[in-house]
T-cell receptor
Framework: QKEVEQDPGPLSVPEGAIVSLNCTYS??????FMWYRQYSRKGPELLMY????GNKEDGRFTAQVDKSSKYISLFIRDSQPSDSATYLC??????????FGTGTRLAVRP | GAVVSQHPSWVICKSGTSVKIECRSL??????MFWYRQFPKQSLMLMAT?????????EQGVEKDKFLINHASLTLSTLTVTSAHPEDSSFYIC????????????????FGPGTRLTVL
C-alpha cells in the first residue's frame, strides 16, 4: 500500500464548475500537508500549505484536512481553463522529506 | 520571493557522456536542496537530499556514483548524471527550503522549473 493515494484522473469539468481533488494517506506521522500545481513540462508550484485539521481558504482555493480520517482535499471554485494542470498532494512529518501523491490531471473545458 | 531556477531547461546528450544540471535559489539562502526525477504522467520521486557543505543523502535504489550531487554554497546545488544512458532520460527537478534562524518543520519546498534530459 502506498503511503499516499491519489486518483490520477483525468478529471474533466466545464468552466465554472467546482472541482474537488482528494488524497488519502496511511502514515499517521504526517503533520504538514501541501497542494502543488504542475503545468506540463514545468516544476510544481505551491498552492496551499496546512498543518491542522480544518479548512484553509485562499481565493478560489480551499484546502481541507481531516487527520482523523487521514484524508485531505483541495476545492477549486469557479474553475477556469487556466486551472488545467496536474495537482499533486504532498505531505511530511517533522523532517524535510516530502511524500507526494501521483497527481490528478485536471482539464477545465471552456 | 522564493524563486528557484534550473539550468539548462533541456539537454540532449549522447549515451556515455556526463551532464551537469544546476539548481539555484535566487532570492533566499537554501540550507537544504532536494533532487527529484519525474517520468511522464508519474509523480515526483525523491533522489537525494543535499545539505550545504556536506555529503548528499541518497534514497534507496539511487546510485550515488552515477548521480553526483554537490551543494557548494547556500544558493547552488548541482546534479551530474555520469555516463548517461537512455534509461536516464527523464525530467529532473530540484527544490529548496529557505534558511531561517531557527529551522522549522513548517519550512516549505520551492521547486525549480525542471530540466528535461534526453539521452540518445
Amino acid at each position: 500500500q502506498k503511503e499516499v493515494e491519489q486518483d490520477p484522473g483525468p478529471l474533466s469539468v466545464p468552466e465554472g464548475a467546482i472541482v474537488s481533488l482528494n488524497c488519502t494517506y496511511s502514515n499517521s506521522a504526517f503533520q504538514y500537508f501541501m497542494w502543488y500545481r504542475q503545468y506540463s513540462r514545468k516544476g510544481p508550484e505551491l498552492l496551499m500549505y496546512t498543518y491542522s485539521s480544518g479548512n484553509k481558504e485562499d481565493g478560489r482555493f480551499t484546502a481541507q484536512v481531516d487527520k482523523s480520517s487521514k484524508y485531505i482535499s483541495l476545492f477549486i471554485r469557479d474553475s477556469q481553463p487556466s486551472d488545467s494542470a496536474t495537482y499533486l498532494c504532498a505531505m511530511k512529518s517533522s523532517g524535510d522529506k516530502l511524500t507526494f501523491g501521483t497527481g490528478t490531471r485536471l482539464a477545465v473545458r471552456p | 520571493g522564493a524563486v528557484v531556477s534550473q539550468h539548462p531547461s533541456w539537454v540532449i546528450c549522447k549515451s556515455g557522456t556526463s551532464v551537469k544540471i544546476e539548481c539555484r535559489s535566487l532570492d533566499f539562502q537554501a540550507t537544504t536542496m532536494f533532487w527529484y526525477r519525474q517520468f511522464p504522467k508519474q509523480s515526483l520521486m525523491l533522489m537525494a537530499t543535499s545539505n550545504e557543505g556536506s555529503k548528499a543523502t541518497y534514497e534507496q535504489g539511487v546510485e550515488k556514483d552515477k548521480f553526483l550531487i554537490n551543494h557548494a554554497s547556500l544558493t547552488l546545488s548541482t546534479l551530474t548524471v555520469t555516463s548517461a544512458h537512455p534509461e536516464d532520460s527523464s525530467f529532473y527537478i530540484c527544490s529548496a527550503t529557505a534558511t531561517s534562524m531557527s529551522r522549522s518543520s513548517t519550512d516549505t519546498q520551492y521547486f525549480g522549473p525542471g530540466t528535461r534530459l534526453t539521452v540518445l
